[in-house]
């Protein structure tokens, strides 16, 4: 007897965003980003949505290799490059793309001396101050890496800050435009910058790849909703109501009481908890649908439930369908709701829920 808990997670949603990521940047090639277990998702079913990419793109090494031995043939690339020296043999083993983002790692390829062939991605820090070298000095190590004999292929590529608020003011997107531009003036290889929020909004940026990860799983990589851009949710969770109170004016909720009823009220327990992935902080009122009416938590969310408000749901009881987000609620709505955005959301996703491939 399974808890009634169960994330869904819809092939054929992942199979269409993939598509409308490409049509936005058709002349393009896509790495479709699977980080983090591919959101969430899990790596399996992001072969399977994503056969149609150029390639896949993660931070995981381990992962990486992971997508091999499932069969993925077509190229990968770590984003952020190899951590250790030793690992240029498990990249040249898999035939791993990866970033160079720093002079250490150039300093590892060097010392690898003729083995290859290499695929590199030399960073650009435009602006956003994590990774990369800044664009006075990207051409010194674009040489750097050019007198190395394995380096085959050197792609161009910057990550920017604000792709989905272009005027931020602490880093405008024109800014890091032009930081890129300047530091890769004249060189002819390819170039890689957009993430989903440049792909969707922001077509005018020319890049020979693209590299979308958030909008691929149905979800928004801004203020726009994700139905508006087209985009179908690929992750559904799901529970059910498994216990009912009915409680008077003056009754509270859960721990810490933080929830006070003004009147009666009929309350519902939900089978989902933190140690599911729900967020800890969502505060009262963050939206719910239970028998597909939209209700909100009431009180402090638990390990393994959380209470929602049903003195409106009619008909609701024992059993009732509960939807946490996905299809009928998205996300993002959840994610704001609860102070964070649905990236978060989709990459806790515990362990110990259940998925279902639809
Ligand atoms: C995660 C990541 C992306 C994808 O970003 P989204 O906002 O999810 O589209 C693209 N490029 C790099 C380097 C990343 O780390």
Redesign the pocket.
Known sequence: MPRPLVATIDISALQHNLRIAKSHAPDAKI?A?V?ANA?GHGLERAIRGFAEADGL?L?EPENALRLRELGWQKPILL??GIFDAADLETVMLAKLDF?VHCTEQIAWLERAAQSGPLDVHL?MNSGMNRLGFKSDVYRTAYQRLRTIPAVRKITL?T?FAN??DPLNPGLPLLQQVQQFEQGVAGLPDERSI??????LMHPELKSDWV???????GAS?GATSAEQFGLRPAMTLRSKIIGIQRIEAGEAIGYGSRFVAAGPMLIGAVACGYADGYPRHAPNGTPVLVDGVRTGTVGRVSMDMFSVDLTNVPGAGIGSAVTLWGEGLPIDEVAHAAGTIG?ELMCALAARVKVVEL
């Open positions: 790495w980003v980080k959101y793109a931070i984003l952020e970033a960073k590529m990550h792709a989905d957009a993430n989903s929020a440049a792909d590299r979308p990860g958030i909008m691929l799983y990589p990236y």
